[in-house]
Structures are given as C-alpha cells and as structure tokens.
T-cell receptor, first 112, second 113 residues
Framework: EAQVTQNPRYLITVTGKKLTVTCSQNMNHEYMSWYRQDPGLGLRQIYYSMNVEVTDKGDVPEGYKVSRKEKRNFPLILESPSPNQTSLYFC???????????FGPGTRLTVT | GENVEQHPSTLSVQEGDSAVIKCTYSDSASNYFPWYKQELGKRPQLIIDIRSNVGEKKDQRIAVTLNKTAKHFSLHITETQPEDSAVYFCAASIPNSNYQLIWGAGTKLIIKP
C-alpha cells in the first residue's frame, strides 16, 4: 500500500530534550516536506527536500533541522525543543513534477 | 511574495444546503489551485483541484471555480451531508518555485443536522 508513515504519533517531552520524528514514504517520491499545523494558522511549511541531500527552509524553519540521506526517509529533528513548538506535525511527499501531496498521519507533539 | 487568504474561518450550514468557501491569491502567475479536506484527527487529503486554463471543475457534489482576473477561487459543496464536516484548506502554486504551494489558513465547515 502506497503511504507516508510517521513515528511517533504522539509525543510528550520536556524543554531542551532532543527528539526526532521520523517520516518514511514508499512511493519513490523525490519531494518530501514537513509542516506544522496550529489553530487559525493552517499548514506552515518547516523544511522541504527536492531530492537526496537537497533540503531547503520553508516558512518557519527556526528550531528545526532535517536531513535527507535516503530518498524514502526525511526525519525532523528538534535539537532543543521549546513549548512554542507544541503543535501537530505532518510529513508529506509528492512525485515531481506534480503538485499533489500525500500526507502522513501526523505527530502530535507537546513540549512542557 | 505569494499570499493566500481564505474565508470564512468557520462556516455552519444546515444539512442539505450548499456551502461556499473562498480564497484569494496575490500572484497572477499562480497556475494551480487545490483544495484539501481534513477530517477530525485525520490527515489532509486532496479533494479537487483546478488549473489556470480552466474556469470550473466539478466532481459530483463538489466544484471549484476560478476567476483569474479577480484572483480568487472558490469551493462549492452542494447538498451537504454530515460527512462533509471537516476543515478545508485551499492552496495556490508559487511561480518558479519547483512546484511549491502556499496554503490558506483553513475553514472549519460544520454541518448542522
């Protein structure tokens, strides 16, 4: 089954404790992206990657890191999480040159 | 840069009535406009899209219209049903951006029984 997976689905952590949210897709898509979703603000892009070893900042990259060492994986790293990073995070992928994105199930992160 | 505004933020309609959600965009070079539906606790999923060479597109009870001159596009849902309750996001393509999208803030559609 073609899909985008994320882990963990729920995470509660404390300020400053490094964490990684994994994202994997099995559709051989070149493009992958991370979004955060907050009430009233919609989907805001954090980082995206056009292909292996190619990553770019989105609209809200501060406090986040990503890497794209393999085509299928695009982990999101929070080196020192803060409470303002409490949010719902979505990973997405798509095949170029197309626009339609396929989203993962989401990761709800709470930083206390 | 490109900006997308979406209205209303919340829309409540009686079951069976029609619902209309509107988005405006700023860059006249945008050429692709999708609508995504996000049910409670679920991921966003594409429900319909339109390209700039078309004025209207329909798929059963949903339709999207595009007015390039005015730079706005709308989602129309007819004969609304309880399963239409969700958050709807519009988006617009960012020209010369490797197929990037800019997103509206979302509309929460509530269908009243």
């Amino acid at each position: 089954e073609a899909q985008v997976t994320q882990n963990p689905r729920y995470l509660i952590t404390v300020t400053g404790k490094k964490l990684t949210v994994t994202c994997s897709q099995n559709m051989n898509h070149e493009y992958m992206s991370w979004y955060r979703q907050d009430p009233g603000l919609g989907l805001r892009q954090i980082y995206y990657s056009m292909n292996v070893e190619v990553t770019d900042k989105g609209d809200v990259p501060e406090g986040y890191k990503v890497s794209r060492k393999e085509k299928r994986n695009f982990p999101l790293i929070l080196e020192s999480p803060s409470p303002n990073q409490t949010s719902l995070y979505f990973c997405a992928s798509k095949a170029l040159p197309n626009y339609e994105q396929y989203f993962g199930p989401g990761t709800r992160l709470t930083v206390t | 840069g490109e900006n997308v505004e979406q209205h209303p933020s919340t829309l409540s309609v009686q079951e069976g009535d029609s619902a209309v959600i509107k988005c405006t965009y700023s860059d006249s070079a945008s050429n692709y406009f999708p609508w995504y539906k996000q049910e409670l606790g679920k991921r966003p999923q594409l429900i319909i899209d339109i390209r700039s060479n078309v004025g209207e597109k329909k798929d059963q009870r949903i339709a999207v219209t595009l007015n390039k001159t005015a730079k706005h596009f709308s989602l129309h849902i007819t004969e609304t049903q309880p399963e239409d309750s969700a958050v709807y996001f519009c988006a617009a393509s960012i020209p010369n951006s490797n197929y990037q999208l800019i997103w509206g803030a979302g509309t929460k559609l509530i269908i009243k029984p």
